[in-house]
């Protein structure tokens, strides 16, 4: 499965986003699909992560302002991001795993990666 991540960008604090990772090679039906991210300095850390029956996980950071979402036709999974804050700022990423539910925030279960995209936040 290959992956493509796009939709970064620089944005003021409040504003929004959407990432989407689109899939080749392989239905993301098949997999949990996960996004990650990496602020300068920092290691990678989970964000969020879309099942592959459809239930969703997020890190609580994020809870209530991002939102993750799979469009079948298109095979593709998408990050909503809503008021956005400069902690946000960082490299994300979208990755697919067949972990069981429960470790799908432990980016070492991760098949496949996409290449980031960077979202950077204004103060």
């Known amino acids: 499965v290959q992956l493509q991540a796009s939709g970064g960008g620089l944005v003021h604090t409040g504003g929004s986003l959407t990432l989407s990772c689109a899939a080749s090679g392989g239905s993301l039906r098949s997999y949990t699909v996960g996004w990650f991210r990496q602020a300068p300095g920092k290691e990678r850390d989970f964000v969020a992560a879309?099942?592959?029956?459809?239930?969703?996980k997020y890190t609580d950071p994020v809870k209530g302002r991002f939102t993750i979402s799979r469009d079948n036709a298109k095979n593709t999974v998408y990050l909503q991001m809503n008021s956005l804050e400069p902690e946000d700022t960082a490299v994300y990423y979208c990755a697919v795993t067949r972990v069981v539910w429960g470790r799908v925030t432990e980016e070492n279960h991760y098949l496949y990666w996409g290449q980031g995209t960077q979202v950077t936040v204004s103060s």
């Open positions: 879309f099942g592959w029956s459809g239930n969703t």
